[in-house]
C-alpha cells in the first residue's frame, strides 16, 4: 500500500534527511542529516520509527498534500506555524493528511528548521545505506538536491496519526538559549588570549550568509596570531574556524570533512540543536566550559532524549494557543515507541 | 617536524584528533595511516569513524559509551603498530591539463609566485606525489609532495565554485578536486579522471598512501579524455609497488 506526498511549495533549503550517512569521512563523504538532531528525533519518535527520515523545512516554509490516500505526519522543530486546510495546530504535532487537503509550514515565532515525519517510510533509494540530503555534491533524497514545487514522493505503508490531532511535547525542544557553550580549540594557540577574551565576550550575528554547511557570525574580525593556515585535519560537527577574513564559520551539518583554517573552539553537542536554530540576523554568544561541563550536559540531553516524546491528543474544538496549552499540561499520555 | 610523542586534542566533545606532527611530510602521515589500520583492526566499540589526514587522525566516537580515557589508554597501547613502516601499494599515472581555457586561476596563481602559467604547470607535473588523505567533499584526494617553489596561501575567502575535476594549490599543498565547491585554493590544471562514482564499490580509485604522477595533456586530448572518462572508462594508470 503507498501514497503520494506532493510538494506543493517549497522555499529554498529544505532536503530530505535520515540521521546521516556514516563510515565515508574517509572518503570525503560528509555525513549531512538533521540539522538539529534533536527536533529531528521529537519527530521520529513520535512517528513511531526512530530511525526513520523526515523532511527539513527550512525557513523558507513548505506546503503538502497526499494523493491516494491519508498519510498522517509527526512534526517538530523551531515554532513554525503550521496549518492544516487553514486551521492553526501546534508547531509540535502529529495529525493525518488526507487527499484533498493541505498543510502549509512557515516560519513562526523561532526557529529555523521543522520536521516532517511521515508514519511510513519514504520509498526512495538509498546512497550508501542513508536517505540524507547533502545537495553541494548530490547525493542521498530526492536527486540528491532541494525539494522544490511540483516534487512528489511516494510514501510506503503509510498509516493516519494514531489520533486525529495529537501534540507532541518534548522536552528538549523549546526556544534555544541566546548564549551557546564551546570548548575552546584546538588550534586557540593560533589566537592571543585577549583575542580570544574579544571572541567569547562579542555578541556575533549570524550571517544571511549562512546554509546547512556553516553559520557564518558578523562581529569583530577575530585576529590570527601566525596567519590562517593550518595544515588540513578533520572537521567535527560545531568547528568553529577562522578564516582570513576573520569572520568566524560555524561548521554545521554539511561541513566538509576536513579544512585547512585553525579551529578556535567548538560548540558543544548539546548545545548543537539551540545553533541550528538560529536565524540569519539572531544574536548569539559564546561561554567557555570544560570538556567535562560538555559531557554531563550531553548526558543529560541523551537521558531526555531517551524518556521520550509525550503525546497527548486533542480536541477538535478551536485551537487557541491557550487551549493548546491547557490540553499539553492536562491532556492523556501515549506512549511514544510502541 | 614529528613529534617526540603524538599530541590528543579534543575536538569538541565528540572527536579526538591524534596530531603526529605540524607538518606535511611522508613520516608523519605513514603515522597517522599505521594508527588509522590499528585503530580498525582493534574495532575498539564506541569508535564511529576515523578520519585520516596530512599530520593527524581524526576519531569520532560516542562519549556515552566509550569514555575519553578509555579510548586515550587504548591508543596508547596501539601506538608501537603506528610506529611501524609504511609502504605505498601503488602508483598512479593521472592526466592533466595545464591550459589556462581549463585551469582558470594558473595566469594569476603564476603572477603570485612570480613566475610564468608554463613555469607553474612544468614544477606542477614535474612532481612525485603521494595520497596522503581525502577531504573536504567526497573523492577529494590531498596530495603531499607539491615543489616549495609553489607554496601559496590560500585566498582569505572562500570563493566560487570549482571546476570538476580541478588540480588545485594552496597553502603549500596541492589536491585534485572532483565535484564543484566553493574553496580558497587556486584552480591550475584539471584531470579528465573520475575520481570517485556513486555507482563504484569502494566510490575512488586512489588509496591514502599511493603513489602519484600528473601527466600533462593538451586541451584537445583533454576533451577527449573527458569523454572516454563519462562513459565509464578509468584513464589513470595503476602500477602496484608492493
Redesign the interface.
Known sequence: MSATLRIRSAGPGSTLQDAGR?????????PAGPMDQGAFMAALLASGDPHGAAIEVSLGGMELSAEGGEIGFAIAGGAFDLKLDGQAVPAACALTLAPGSRLTLRAGVYGAWCYVAPFGRFDLPS??GSLATHT????GGLEGRMLRAGDAVRIVDPRPAPQERIAISAPWLGQAAERLRV?L??QQDYFSPPTIETFLSSPWRLSPRSDRMAYRLEGPPVQHLK???I?????????IQI???GAPLVLMADR?????YP?IA????ADLGALAQKRPGDFLSFEAVT?EQ??VA??AR?RLIEAGVTLTPLGGAELTAEFLLAQNLIGGVIGAEE | MLYERPRYLDAGDAALVVEFGDSVHPAINARVLMLDAALRDAALAGVEETVPTYRSLMIHYDLLSLSRAKLLARLEELAPQAAQVFAPRARWRLPCCYDPSLAEDIVEAAELLNMTPERLAALHAGGDYRAYMYGFAPGWCYLGGLPAQLALARRASPRGPTPRGAALIGGGLTLVATNPMPTGWYVIGRTPEILFALDRDPPTLIEPGDAIIFEPVSADVFQSLEARASSGEVLARREALS
Open positions: 556514516f563510515g565515508l569521512l574517509r572518503f570525503g563523504v560528509t546512497a550508501f553541494r555534491s548530490g547525493i570548548i580549540g584546538p596567519g590562517h593556515d595544515v588540513s585535519d578533520g572537521l567535527a560537527f560545531g568547528a578564516p582570513g577574513d566538509q570533512p576536513t579544512g585547512g579551529k567548538h560548540v558543544i553537542t570538556w560538555a559531557i550531553r548526558r541523551a
